[in-house]
């Protein structure tokens, strides 16, 4: 069975730095796409970024570009997605979702989600 | 970049049938047809119930059917079952100035009554 199980979230001041990561099992990883996608308490979703197989395609949401960084390790079995996010704001704060693509390419839609990551923006 | 529109709220009884709208531009939504559908029941990680407008993922039922006409797309539930009772989200892919990303609708709760 598909496994995404994020890591790194946490209560984190506002203007600093957090590290994301997805570790991912049980699929071909460097076969698939991969996103981020969060959730503020009680809100809806927003897609934050994407990335394709092998790196050459990344996308990242308005709210965020410039602030955050897409990267994947598909080398070594490593099998992980990575968000860095500097400069974290107050509106940031929420449970961040690693999701799989449905193929290799960041047009196809979010087809297995991990359990999610939260992270808290608060002085 | 901008939020689809959904309702925020719509119900019905067991054995009906319901339809969820989810309106975009002709940047979104009447561009591309990669518009999916997810279903998220409180406290639970999403679920993909459609992806390109119109088809299911392998194990969903087929009592969810997805369509798409000019701007907006559209979810059908057939068949109202109390477990249908979550949100549900539209997402569309868009492209614009060497950038691609997607976009959600602002979700629909759906009261199973």
């Known amino acids: 069975e598909v496994q995404l199980v994020e890591s790194g979230g946490g209560l984190v001041q506002p203007g600093r730095s957090l590290r994301l990561s997805c570790a991912a099992s049980?699929?071909?990883?460097?076969?698939?796409?991969m996103h981020w996608v969060r959730q503020a308490p009680g809100k809806g979703l927003e897609w934050v970024s994407g990335?394709?197989?092998?790196?050459?395609?990344?996308?990242?949401a308005d709210s965020v570009k410039g602030r955050f960084a897409i990267s994947r390790d598909n080398a070594n079995a490593k099998n992980s997605l990575f968000l860095q996010m500097n400069s974290l704001r107050p509106e940031d704060t929420a449970l961040y979702y690693c999701?799989?693509?449905?193929?290799?390419?960041?047009?196809?839609?979010?087809?297995?989600w991990g359990q999610g990551t939260m992270v808290t923006v608060s002085s | 970049q901008s939020a689809l529109t959904q309702p925020a709220s719509v119900s019905g009884s067991p054995g009906q049938s319901i339809t969820i709208s989810c309106s975009g531009t002709?940047?979104?939504?009447?561009?591309?047809?990669?518009v999916s559908w997810y279903q998220q029941h409180p406290g639970k990680t999403p679920k993909l119930i459609i992806y390109?407008?119109?088809k299911r993922p392998s194990g969903v039922s087929n009592r969810f059917s997805g369509s798409k006409s000019g701007n907006t797309a559209s979810l059908t539930i057939s068949g109202l079952q109390a477990e249908d009772e979550a949100d549900y989200y539209c997402?569309?892919?868009?492209?614009?100035?060497?950038?691609?990303?997607?976009?959600f609708g602002g979700g629909t709760k759906l009261t199973v009554l």
């Open positions: 999701a799989k693509g449905l193929s290799s390419s960041t047009v196809d839609a979010f087809h297995i």
């Open positions: 049980e699929f071909t990883f460097d076969d698939y796409a």
């Open positions: 990335i394709s197989w092998n790196s050459g395609s990344i996308g990242y």
């Open positions: 002709s940047s979104d939504v009447g561009s591309y047809y990669l």
């Open positions: 390109e407008g119109s």
């Open positions: 997402c569309s892919y868009a492209y614009t100035s060497n950038n691609f990303f997607w976009e």
